[in-house]
């Protein structure tokens, strides 16, 4: 994997983190831990409520930057804890960046699939109640 490669990798764990409630704190802590491990050179980080801010220079070359708006969502611890245990395995070397961003997609993506099931038993749920109360 090349660093524009892990540069993304290391953006898109800590807007994770951040999108789904970690602290500010712990979203840096984490992004710094894993873009030494992924030896992104001359990195730099920036993170606050509403956004992360990175930039990197590999081998005195172009600058890469990357700055987005991360809006507020609501909290999940479990997201939130997937992701440290992700980053706790980058760090003790038990993963490459390949499976890395792998298990990144897999927790984005069933972080939106509970969403739309937890939707549809909501609204199954709800024409049930009504049958059931004759409403």
């Not at 660093?3 to 992004?31: C, M, P």
């Not at 710094?32 to 409520?49: G, K, P, R």
């Not at 706790?88 to 298990?103: F, N």
């Amino acid at each position: 994997m090349n660093q524009q490669e892990r540069f993304e990798l290391v953006y898109d764990s800590g807007e994770t983190l951040l999108k789904n409630g970690a602290e500010v704190k712990r979203v840096e802590s984490t992004i710094i831990h894993v873009a030494q491990t992924f030896e992104l050179e001359n990195f730099d980080s920036y993170v606050s409520i509403h956004g992360i801010f990175l930039t990197a220079t590999p081998y005195n070359k172009n600058v890469q930057a990357k700055v987005r708006d991360t809006p507020l969502s609501p909290t999940s611890l479990g997201r939130i804890d997937a992701i440290n245990t992700l980053s706790r395995h980058i760090t003790e070397g038990k993963i490459d960046p390949y499976e890395a961003r792998k298990q990144l997609t897999m927790i984005q993506l069933l972080a939106s699939f509970i969403v739309t099931i937890a939707f549809a038993i909501f609204i199954v749920e709800s024409s049930a109640v009504r049958n059931y109360l004759g409403i």
